[in-house]
């Protein structure tokens, strides 16, 4: 056991120094040290609630934070994954080839009876009064873009200034590079042998007559009347059965009408 | 001013019973931590009593509870003060001010500065004890729970505490019943 040392001894000095009153070294900085504990009370409360507060409140804005930009992030993913299949280039290249079949059925119409069948095969897939009225009104009234440029280059009969005519008149929008291109693969005005003037008279002759007559006929009966009827055009233009030859029907007619 | 008196208007962050507390017993921690770092004893003192007044509300007790209360965290900021120093040890490297306070042995050991300077020659937990059991004036059973050792053993370090302290003055010290303790070498 611990025995007190007796009280002379140099260890008692030294407890009793350990013991002694405050210096004023020690009591130096009161005033400081008060209001810093006293700050600390007041504040202790209030701080520990709006860190609470705070620490709430940025939970709550990431978690927001969080969710919208996952939510973008999907959506973003989502349409990034769907986009080839609603591309609108898509659904836009049958539009633009469309009126490239239509011209070049009217056009097999014009020059000779097994491009008459083709229309015929064509029509047979839909309704045959529709259909065929379609397929030769429609370089005149259905694709009025197309048809214009069409008339524009059998015109011209030179098919760069055909195409860049159908680049000039196409109004901008998603088809214009497709119907330009379209003119610019067709074969319109490539045919510098034959004359402008058989042209144009073969092209109106055989586009008004044939879309009256086929009109009229085919809502009537059949394929068969269309048939005749532009069997007959040749005929009464003159030029169109000395200038095609059965064995090229499709080339030539497309140069002639566009 | 009475203590009860002194601790309720403290609790209420009242200037004067907040500085009656620290007139009281800020020398008692400013030594207890010079007795182990005398350095940074001042920080260590601030942060202690910045943790008193934000501990103060929840406090209940006597002044004995409060003695031990506020040496448990003096003792728990020394621990984190050591805790810190290993970690960065190049901090503690040829402290002048530890030096200047080493060098106070050879001075007058019943001066505070001498006193200080022998007990930071004591092992650490001998010190520690001493300066619980001495400086802090609290019995046995506070500095056993303060150290988280058993009576027995705080009886024991404060008992070889006091017989290095004895050997460093280099005078016999007599017991209380006559005998004489044997200088140690």
Redesign the interface.
């Known amino acids: ?6 009280p002379n ?3 008692d ?11 004023t070294d ?2 130096s ?2 005033a400081t ?6 700050f ?3 504040d ?1 409360p209030r701080g520990t609630f709006v860190m609470k507060s705070t620490a709430r409140a940025r939970r709550i804005v990431s978690m927001t934070a969080i969710g919208v930009l996952g939510f973008a992030g999907v959506a973003a993913a989502g349409r990034g994954v769907f986009v080839p299949d609603n591309r609108p280039t898509i659904d836009t290249t049958p539009e633009t080839t469309a009126p490239v079949d239509t011209v070049s059925e009217t056009t097999m119409v014009d020059d000779s009876a097994a491009d008459t069948t083709m229309v015929n095969d064509t029509a047979a897939d839909t309704t045959m009064v529709e259909d065929i009225a379609a397929d030769t009104t429609l370089v005149d009234v259905s694709t009025s873009i197309d048809s214009e440029a069409t008339e524009v280059e059998c015109a011209e009969g030179n098919h760069g200034k055909t195409v860049s005519s159908v680049a000039r008149e196409t109004e901008p929008g998603p088809d214009h590079g497709a119907t330009v291109s379209e003119a610019a693969r067709s074969d319109c005005g490539k045919d510098s042998t034959e004359s402008d003037d058989s042209t144009e008279n073969s092209t109106e002759d055989s586009t008004a007559d044939s879309t009256e007559d086929s009109t009229e006929d085919t809502t009537e009966d059949s394929t068969e009347d269309t048939t005749e009827d532009h069997d007959s055009k040749p005929s009464d233009s003159g030029s169109r059965g000395n200038g095609h030859k059965p064995s090229d029907p499709g080339s030539q007619g497309r140069g002639k009408d566009g | 001013m009475e203590f009860d008196e002194c601790l309720r208007r403290a609790r209420r962050g009242d200037t004067d019973g907040l500085a009656q507390l620290w007139r009281r017993y800020q020398p008692l921690v400013l030594r207890y931590f010079r007795g182990h770092l005398p350095n940074v004893a001042e920080d260590l003192a601030s942060a202690v009593w910045v943790d008193v007044a934000r501990g103060l509300a929840s406090f209940q007790g006597t002044e004995d509870g409060f003695r031990g209360w506020l040496f448990t965290i003096a003792h728990h900021r020394l621990v984190d003060e050591h805790r810190r120093r290993e970690r960065r040890p190049e901090l503690v490297v040829a402290d002048p001010v530890e030096i200047a306070c080493d060098n106070d042995i050879g001075a007058d050991v019943t001066s505070l500065d001498g006193a200080l300077a022998l007990i930071r020659r004591l092992p650490a937990d001998q010190a520690e004890a001493v300066l619980l059991r001495v400086v802090a004036d609290l019995d046995v059973g506070a500095v056993a729970e303060i150290m988280q050792r058993r009576e027995g053993s705080v009886r024991v370090l404060v008992h070889r505490g006091l017989e290095k302290l004895a050997t460093l003055c280099e005078k016999p010290v007599t017991t209380g019943s006559g005998s004489t303790m044997k200088k140690v070498s």
């Open positions: 056991m611990t025995q007190p040392p007796t001894s140099p260890l000095g030294l407890l009793s120094a350990l013991r002694s009153a405050a210096t020690e009591l900085g009161e040290a008060v209001q810093a504990m006293a600390e009370i007041a202790s």
